[in-house]
């Protein structure tokens, strides 16, 4: 069974922070790579973090890099995303999606994740 379950988005001041938890069925959870991309309206949309499913890789887009740190939660079968420094242009939709056989080199592309969330909204006003 597929389920990946968001939670966490909200409305933040200009540098606050916000801490995402996508939790996630065993079945998904098991999948070799798991990420975050986010989408604002009229654009496309965008990697923001991938990890692989033992944690030795995790990347992040250029925009979010040195703000914005992935974690994976065994325990709680979660994959989580803390965002700090957080910026107007950070504000989209956040999603994220389980991809059971993406490799190093596709893991930023969205269109290799066949599973996803219902998405949380992240507003960050100036």
């Known amino acids: 069974q597929v389920q990946l379950l968001e939670s966490g988005g909200g409305l933040v001041q200009t540098g606050g922070s916000l801490r995402l938890s996508c939790k996630m069925s065993d079945t998904t959870f098991s999948s070799r790579f798991m990420g975050w991309f986010r989408q604002a309206p009229g654009k496309e949309r965008e990697f923001v973090a991938a990890?692989?499913?033992?944690?030795?890789?995790?990347y992040y887009g250029d925009s979010v890099k040195g703000r914005f740190t992935a974690s994976k939660d065994n325990a709680e079968k979660a994959l989580l995303l803390q965002m700090n420094s957080l910026q107007p242009e950070d504000t989209a939709v956040y999603y994220c999606a389980a991809c059971p056989r993406c490799i190093l080199s596709s893991a930023r592309q969205f269109e290799q994740y066949p599973h996803w969330g219902q998405g949380t909204q992240v507003t960050v006003s100036s």
């Open positions: 990890i692989k499913r033992d944690g030795g890789y995790i």
